[in-house]
């Protein structure tokens, strides 16, 4: 069966599965927060879907309509994990409830306009671009507080600034019959920067497990 879009397509499959090992590799780690590995298990889903959707979904214009808000859907459900992650590392658990009611509003008013069908690629950069902002935020007050291993996670976060820009600069390319747009570009260049945070959390996660329990308890509470 021939891929209506195979680079997009199969570049989207690998993101995936690469999300998808990410979250596995956190299950032992008690020191990770689950909304590590719910930001990782959601960004798999979203890279499998948008496989499908790329590669069979789109040359339907009708069911496309429907499965790309979806998609967007579960990526933003991914990225507000990523918020919430973000704020207990930071802040520590039961701190930082203002960024927490952001994204549960967020969530809200996007699924409902999901479903209403009155979502759109700008209604998702505004709001993905917000809880983005918060989450950049975040771990830029985690590196002037001088907490550990903040500088792994600034530099995934970089590189997927970095993929934000190649999908948006409209870029592409043809290499052995098949056309790189700017969607498959932002997939591959957003795989570096999930095995960067990855990395990140594992070395958060080590330095934490390596400090005396009273130290560890102040950790994401550096005031």
Known sequence: MTLVEPASSLTDFTLGIVAFIAAARLIPRA???????????????????????HGFIVGHES?????????SLLVF????????????SVLGRGQGNPFLAVRAISITVFFFMVVSGNATVVTLV???????A???????????????????FLAAIMVSLFAAALKASGLG???GGWEFDPNSL????????????LAAIQRRGDIID??????????????
Do not use: C
Request: hydrophobic share 60%; aromatic share 14%; charged share 5%.
């Open 31 to 53: 020191a990770a927060d689950s909304h590590w590995r719910w930001f990782f298990l959601w960004i798999g889903i979203a890279g499998v879907w948008g496989g499908f959707h």
């Open 63 to 71: 069911v496309a309509t429907l499965s790309w808000p979806v998609i």
């Open 77 to 88: 459900i991914a990225i507000s994990h990523l918020l919430a992650a973000s704020v207990i």
């Open 126 to 132: 505004l709001t993905e671009g917000l809880t983005m």
């Open 134 to 152: 918060l989450v950049i935020g975040l771990w830029v007050y985690a590196w002037q507080k001088e907490q550990p291993g903040v500088g792994l």
């Open 173 to 175: 390319f043809t290499l």
């Open 186 to 197: 932002y997939h591959l260049a957003q795989i570096p920067g999930l095995f960067l945070l």
């Open 210 to 223: 390596g400090q005396p329990a009273r130290r560890v308890a102040n950790v994401a509470a550096t005031a």
